[in-house]
């Protein structure tokens, strides 16, 4: 059984205030004398510095032991102290002095501590220090375009090592690491100089891709995600473009892409780590509604038919008034950056009229940038319908001509940035005389994190038509106008 007892004081003098800040916990062993902890840390930081000192404390492990001796309380009392020390230094504390006693009072150890943090120091001067041989490499967070503050807290400078080692990185060294922290504090006032001990390594340059041996996925296929060339600087942002691009292929559960061992020329290799998804998926389901009655649906898909991505999907639809039947097919990258889409779906409908329609279309992708997507295509339609006036056939040409904007990093599950398209497709054709008309058309959804997880995540859409009476020209009255919003928040599929 335990029991905590916290005792606040202040104590004022009059020529100068002090806050001091005291805990006490007292922890019965399960056998023998109890262990009782003070801390007394002296400023107006001691709110702050008590919390951190009472994180690394290592004196309550004693009250699990059976009776424990004064040596051992007196060892891992002054262990601790060295702890303190180092938490309160890390904190940007750089003079600050802790000093510890223990006694026995009436058959129980006390152990008490006495910090004095002193002024938190600043930081006048940020260097790079590195322990190898290398020429024309970056000695300050400056050079490296990295904004620093001054500030001596330990989540600031952790934040500043992170964005030099990040830097590097982007720089050619792909083994950087930095080992040591120091700071070179002044006494006779509060500022320091910053320093992070680095080993560079050697200047480095792309090497081979290491592809595993195990996958169905053709590598010829892989290498042309490759966003460099062999013999090129190596640059840490490139390496991680290719992941995101191999994630988005849909093709593989794990993908990861890290720099190998860099030679004694500099080459490094890419070793990359893949698992492939089932490339196959089949589905079915029935539904019932009281205005189109029974209906079934099944699909089935593989995303890997040719072992270079390609995607091959049928669709069947049936109901009691309708059945739809589709196919699409993608091939990816067909000219390096260029997809191809091919869709077809043939349709029947019997309520309000009799109507069987025909639409098939063959489209080009062109990747111009990771973001941007210029689209062009060609599209026949075909449709003949029966009703109360008579019967009546449609044939159609179109050539759709969009672009799509997106900035989702996996679109297998987004979880923050914008996916939108905009397209005009002007169609010629035949229908009791010759017709044309254009459609103008336009999506735009965006995703946005509740929380740093990325668990929940909410997406709201948006999306309008506008057909115009004339074939070729952009902006004549327009006819018709459709719009749809939508708006949702949901946990996303990471855990």
């Avoid at 000093?99 to 006048?124: H, L, N, S, W």
């Avoid at 029935?286 to 995303?303: F, K, L, M, P």
């Avoid at 904007?405 to 010629?428: H, R």
Wanted: proline share 5%; hydrophobic share 40%.
């Amino acid at each position: 059984m335990s029991k905590v007892r916290v005792h606040l004081c202040f104590l004022v003098a009059a020529a100068s205030a002090v806050l001091a800040c005291s805990i006490q916990s007292s922890v019965a062993a399960t056998k023998g004398s109890a262990v009782t902890v003070a801390i007394n840390v002296a400023g107006s930081d001691a709110g702050s510095i008590k919390k951190s000192l009472k994180a690394v404390s290592r004196l309550e492990v004693l009250t699990t032991a059976e009776s424990p001796s004064i040596e051992t309380v007196r060892s891992v009392a002054q262990a601790d102290a060295k702890r303190f020390t180092e938490a309160i230094h890390a904190d940007g504390f750089y003079a600050a002095t802790v000093d510890v006693a223990v006694t026995e009072p009436d058959g129980t150890y006390r152990a008490e501590f006495a910090v004095k943090p002193g002024p938190r120091y600043r930081i006048t001067q940020y260097q790079i220090v590195y322990t190898d041989e290398g020429n024309d490499r970056p000695t300050t967070p400056a050079d490296l375009k990295i904004d620093t503050n001054g500030s001596s807290r330990g989540a600031d400078i952790l934040d500043i090592q992170q964005k030099i080692l990040s830097a590097l990185k982007e720089r050619g060294y792909p083994s950087a690491v930095i080992t040591e922290r120091r700071a070179q504090a002044r006494m006779d006032q509060p500022t320091a100089v910053m320093q992070f001990i680095t080993t560079s390594g050697l200047l480095a340059s792309f090497g081979p891709t290491v592809w595993p041996d195990d996958l169905r996925t053709r590598k010829s296929y892989l290498q042309t995600f490759v966003p460099w060339k062999q013999g090129q600087q190596f640059n840490m942002s490139k390496a991680n473009q290719l992941r995101d691009d191999l994630i988005n292929t849909g093709l593989f559960t794990v993908v990861d892409v890290q720099p190998g061992k860099t030679s004694a020329d500099g080459a490094t290799p890419v070793d990359v780590t893949l698992i492939e998804r089932k490339p196959r998926t089949f589905a079915a389901g029935v539904t019932y509604s009281t205005n189109i009655g029974v209906g079934g649906q099944v699909s089935w898909e593989h995303r890997n038919l040719f072992r270079h991505g390609e995607t091959l999907s049928a669709n069947l639809n049936v109901s009691q008034v309708s059945q739809t039947a589709s196919l699409d097919y993608k091939s990816p990258r067909i000219l390096h950056k260029t997809d191809l889409i091919i869709a077809t779906s043939l349709s029947n409908e019997t309520t309000p009229y009799d109507a069987a329609t025909s639409d098939s279309t063959a489209e080009l992708d062109y990747h111009l940038t990771r973001h941007l997507t210029p689209k062009a295509g060609v599209e026949l339609f075909f449709s003949s319908s029966s009703d109360a006036f008579g019967h009546h056939k449609t044939a159609l040409i179109g050539f759709p001509v969009g672009l799509a904007y997106s900035t989702i990093e996996n679109v297998l599950n987004p979880t923050k940035g914008w996916d939108s398209a905009v397209s005009f497709e002007p169609y010629v054709g035949v229908s009791s005389g010759t017709i044309g008309f254009s459609q103008l058309q336009g999506t735009a959804s965006y995703h946005w994190p509740f929380d740093p997880n990325r668990q929940w995540v909410g997406a709201l859409w948006e999306r309008w038509v506008q057909r115009l009476e004339r074939a070729w020209l952009p902006f004549p009255p327009t006819s018709a106008i459709t719009r749809v919003a939508q708006a949702r928040c949901a946990p996303t599929a990471i855990a």
